[in-house]
Nanobody
Framework: QVQLVESGGGLVQAGGSLRLSCAAS????????MGWFRQAPGKEREFVAAINWSGGSSYYADSVKGRFTIARDNAKDTGYLQMDSLKPDDTAIYYCAADPERKKLTPYAYDYDYWGQGTQVTVSS
């Protein structure tokens, strides 16, 4: 069982940066893949990035590739999403999620069993 809590969201100007954190409670977090998703008003929840249990493999949506970096620190039971060169289209609620069942990275929300409450990211123009 894993509980996830996101933090680090806020208001930032276009071109700015934010780092989101996802603090996990649970001994098995280090064995789970971790993903980040986002949902903007009126839109479906979309995949942002994922990272495997060891942190050795990562996968990004095309919309954020080159701007966002996913990372994890298993010793701290924490995942991160570094967001640079932010755009107004990045405005959304960002969620972290954990997948206990697959070793291969997945972009599908339904594959993730545990979710945080979300943190709002707003990028102004």
């Amino acid at each position: 069982q894993v509980q996830l809590v996101e933090s680090g969201g806020g208001l930032v100007q276009a071109g700015g940066s934010l780092r989101l954190s996802c603090a996990a409670s649970g001994r098995t977090f280090s064995t789970y893949a971790m993903g980040w998703f986002r949902q903007a008003p009126g839109k479906e929840r979309e995949f942002v990035a994922a990272i495997n249990w060891s942190g050795g493999s990562s996968y990004y949506a095309d919309s954020v590739k080159g701007r966002f970096t996913i990372a994890r620190d298993n010793a701290k039971d924490t995942g991160y999403l570094q967001m640079d060169s932010l755009k107004p289209d990045d405005t959304a609620i960002y969620y972290c999620a954990a997948d206990p069942e697959r070793k291969k990275l997945t972009p599908y929300a339904y594959d993730y069993d545990y979710w945080g409450q979300g943190t709002q990211v707003t990028v102004s123009s």
